[in-house]
């Protein structure tokens, strides 16, 4: 009998198959699937904001930063046998979740942690294979590392996987 693991928000967890990981209400947040597809070794990061290095305290909590909770997860991945060289990932989330026309960064967190996530996955050779990011609507996602499969709810929407 498999484990569905709750991620929280600004949280990252680990499993491994046939367990999975989920994560709820990813507005502006970015939650990254990552896999090795050999081990089955999996995880899921619900992160909040881009950059740690312009935040003081950012150390109190690395999952909520993109470039910080992206490498622990990968380290918590890599302590339990996946190997970095097979990791793959899917993204979802960094949605516009309030119809304002700024175009200051406060409003365009969804943008900028998606862009931050694409970044630090490429500096780790860590390739994504799907994403459903941007948009004006939140998500709930469920990861399963036996398979890959990275299923999306929206509400309103059908479900889909990536």
């Given at each position: 009998m498999s484990e569905i693991i709750k991620v929280g928000m600004?949280?990252?967890?680990?499993?491994?198959?046939?367990?999975?990981?989920?994560?709820?209400?990813l507005g502006s947040c970015?939650?990254?699937?990552?896999?090795?597809?050999?081990?089955?070794?999996?995880g899921l990061a619900h992160i909040m904001l881009p950059d740690s290095t312009s935040?003081?305290?950012?150390?109190?909590?690395i999952a909520k930063y993109a470039d910080t909770g992206i490498a622990e997860l990968v380290r918590q991945?890599?302590?339990?046998?996946?190997?970095?060289?097979?990791?793959v990932a899917k993204i979802a989330g960094g949605a516009r979740m309030f119809a304002l026309q700024s175009k200051t960064d406060a409003v365009q967190v969804g943008g900028r942690n998606v862009a931050?996530?694409?970044?630090?996955?490429?500096?780790?050779?860590?390739?994504?294979?799907?994403e459903d990011t941007g948009?004006?609507?939140?998500?709930?996602?469920?990861f399963f590392p036996e398979t890959g499969g990275f299923h999306i709810r929206a509400v309103g929407k059908s479900e889909t996987v990536i």
């Open positions: 600004a949280d990252l967890k680990t499993c491994v198959s046939p367990n999975g990981v989920t994560t709820l209400g970015v939650g990254i699937a990552i896999r090795d597809p050999v081990t089955k070794i999996g935040m003081r305290n950012s150390q109190q909590n991945m890599e302590k339990l046998g996946a190997s970095r060289s097979r990791m931050a996530t694409k970044q630090i996955l490429k500096q780790m050779n860590i390739k994504i294979l799907a948009l004006n609507y939140g998500r709930t996602v469920t």
